[in-house]
Structure formats: structure tokens, C-alpha cells
């Protein structure tokens, strides 16, 4: 195994049932980070016999969204520097050696944004909705904090004074085995963004969802080639359209339940 310098740094990590790929992040976080926190919303798997294996902070906290209970681990973290991984995603090789020759713990004014390569599988899917996503991972909780949205949270900070780096050393994200578990997934996703939106007060129309799936299958399999991912390819960003559909449709009958 490669050794790394222990960085003074606490990954925060929300779970929900997560035994299926928990115990393969926390090894590859294990030997970088000098603080695991674990904030899991009522597992009745094995997720928290695995953690409790890692020398962690587990807090157990009922489910307020992703932007909430992020926050909970922000707030227990002992470091002031803070990594935010899923439950599904393990940092990689060559991300652990870049901060092992590149750490400096007094640097400040700084976010980074790591690439995320996510898998079907153990099949990298590198174009398309899932090509080329760069996410907010590594910054200082004294600096930036997450939003209290329940789904597709923003990382809040002063980009005024703030530099964000984007970093191509990535973070590998086991998204789900199959098309068909995916899909499912996705299903649960558009009905908390429409909750989202319907809390924000937007509109919809009735060819807005169809508009939206449309759209959004040109974007991510001609012309962000997702094509080249063969006929996974065409059914991720199907799958993606569909949920897109979903998600307006879903915010349409709320604000026609609230017109009534």
C-alpha cells in the first residue's frame, strides 16, 4: 500500500444504508485524512458496523436534506479544513499524492473543484451528463458552508475573495450498478427538486416538461457526445431526460394543488 501524509484535514461523509460501497471509500480515506465524520440518517444496513471498523466520529441525525446534514458534519469537524465525499465516492491515487506534495496547511482563500469520474458499474462513463463534472470538495469551514437545500445543494462562499482551483486529480463516484437502479434513483431525485422549485415559488408550464426532456437528451448524448459511450450512453442520458420530464411534470401538479 503507498503511503501518504496525513493531512490535517476532516472528510465528511452523509449515510443512508451505504454498506454496499462504504467500507472501499473509508480505506482510501483512511491513510490521507486525519478525521472521518460520519453523519448517518437511521441505516438499518450494515453501514454503521463498517464505520464503526475506522477510528471515525459517527453522528447519527435524522434526515433534513443533503445541504443540512452536510452542515452537521461541518460543524462536529475538528479540522478547519473539510473534504466532502459521498458515501459512494473514493478519492483517488493520484488526488492523495497531489495534496502529499502539495500541502500547505496556512494556505487560505482557496475551494477546490476535484474532477468526478462516475461508473455504471466498474465501467467509467467519461462523456455525456456524467463527462466532465467538476464538483466543490476541499475548502475551510470557516470560509464556506453548504445551503439548506434538500437536493443539489450549493457550497456558500465569498467569490469575491475566494480563489477556486480545479483540480483534474479525481474522485471516482460508484453511482449505482445498473441503468434500471439509476433510473430509480433519478425518480426520487425529480420529486425533491420539484419540492425544491414549488418552495421557490417557480412556474411551469404544460410543455415545459417535454421541452426540458428534450432538450436536455440533445445537450448530453449529441452535444456533449455521450454518444461515444455507446448504448450505456443512450441510456444514461434517456434515463437523465426522463427524469427531467418527471421533475416539471411533478412541479406542475403541485402548483395546480396549490391553485385549487
Same mark, same amino acid.
Given at each position: 500500500?503507498?503511503?501518504?501524509k496525513i493531512?490535517?484535514?476532516?472528510?465528511?461523509?452523509?449515510?443512508?444504508?451505504?454498506?454496499?460501497?462504504?467500507?472501499?471509500?473509508?480505506?482510501?480515506?483512511?491513510?490521507?485524512?486525519?478525521?472521518?465524520?460520519?453523519?448517518?440518517?437511521?441505516?438499518?444496513?450494515?453501514?454503521?458496523?463498517?464505520?464503526?471498523?475506522?477510528?471515525?466520529?459517527?453522528?447519527?441525525?435524522?434526515?433534513?436534506?443533503?445541504?443540512?446534514?452536510?452542515?452537521?458534519?461541518?460543524?462536529?469537524?475538528?479540522?478547519?479544513?473539510?473534504?466532502?465525499?459521498?458515501?459512494?465516492?473514493?478519492?483517488?491515487?493520484?488526488?492523495?499524492?497531489?495534496?502529499?506534495?502539495?500541502?500547505?496547511?496556512?494556505?487560505?482563500?482557496?475551494?477546490?473543484?476535484?474532477?468526478?469520474?462516475?461508473?455504471?458499474?466498474?465501467? %467509467? @462513463?467519461? =462523456?455525456?451528463?456524467?463527462?466532465? $463534472?467538476?464538483? /466543490? #470538495?476541499?475548502?475551510?469551514?470557516?470560509? !464556506? &458552508?453548504?445551503?439548506?437545500?434538500?437536493?443539489?445543494?450549493?457550497?456558500?462562499?465569498?467569490?469575491?475573495?475566494?480563489?477556486?482551483?480545479?483540480?483534474?486529480? %479525481? @474522485?471516482? =463516484?460508484?453511482?449505482?450498478?445498473? $441503468?434500471l437502479q /439509476? #433510473?430509480?434513483?433519478?425518480?426520487?431525485? !425529480? &420529486?425533491?427538486?420539484?419540492?425544491?422549485?414549488?418552495?421557490?415559488?417557480?412556474?411551469?408550464?404544460?410543455?415545459?416538461?417535454?421541452?426540458?426532456?428534450?432538450?436536455?437528451?440533445?445537450?448530453?448524448?449529441?452535444?456533449?457526445?455521450?454518444?461515444?459511450?455507446?448504448?450505456?450512453?443512450?441510456?444514461?442520458?434517456?434515463?437523465?431526460?426522463?427524469?427531467?420530464?418527471?421533475?416539471?411534470?411533478?412541479?406542475?401538479?403541485?402548483?395546480?394543488?396549490?391553485?385549487?
Open positions: 500500500m503507498k503511503e501518504h493531512l490535517p484535514v476532516s472528510a465528511v461523509i452523509t449515510t443512508f444504508n451505504s454498506a454496499r460501497t462504504l467500507e472501499s471509500v473509508m480505506i482510501a480515506l483512511n491513510d490521507w485524512v486525519n478525521q472521518i465524520v460520519i453523519v448517518d440518517s437511521g441505516s438499518t444496513d450494515s453501514t454503521l458496523e463498517i464505520a464503526k471498523k475506522f477510528n471515525c466520529n459517527i453522528i447519527s441525525e435524522a434526515w433534513h436534506g443533503y445541504g443540512a446534514n452536510k452542515n452537521v458534519g461541518l460543524s462536529a469537524a475538528a479540522n478547519d479544513w473539510i473534504l466532502s465525499i459521498d458515501s459512494d465516492e473514493e478519492v483517488s491515487e493520484s488526488l492523495k499524492a497531489y495534496f502529499s506534495f502539495n500541502w500547505n496547511p496556512n494556505e487560505i482563500k482557496k475551494v477546490y473543484r476535484i474532477l468526478t469520474i462516475s461508473y455504471l458499474g466498474e465501467r %467509467p @462513463i467519461l =462523456h455525456g451528463g456524467w463527462g466532465k $463534472v467538476y464538483n /466543490y #470538495r476541499l475548502f475551510r469551514k470557516s470560509e !464556506a &458552508k453548504w445551503d439548506l437545500s434538500a437536493i443539489h445543494e450549493e457550497l456558500i462562499f465569498d467569490r469575491s475573495k475566494i480563489n477556486i482551483i480545479k483540480l483534474n486529480n %479525481p @474522485i471516482h =463516484h460508484y453511482t449505482t450498478e445498473s $441503468v /439509476y #433510473r430509480i434513483k433519478l425518480s426520487k431525485y !425529480a &420529486k425533491a427538486t420539484a419540492l425544491k422549485y414549488f418552495n421557490q415559488n417557480r412556474k411551469t408550464s404544460f410543455f415545459l416538461p417535454w421541452l426540458s426532456a428534450l432538450f436536455l437528451f440533445i445537450k448530453e448524448y449529441i452535444l456533449k457526445s455521450g454518444f461515444l459511450d455507446g448504448w450505456v450512453g443512450f441510456q444514461i442520458a434517456f434515463a437523465r431526460s426522463i427524469s427531467n420530464f418527471e421533475k416539471y411534470r411533478y412541479l406542475r401538479i403541485l402548483n395546480r394543488m396549490k391553485n385549487k
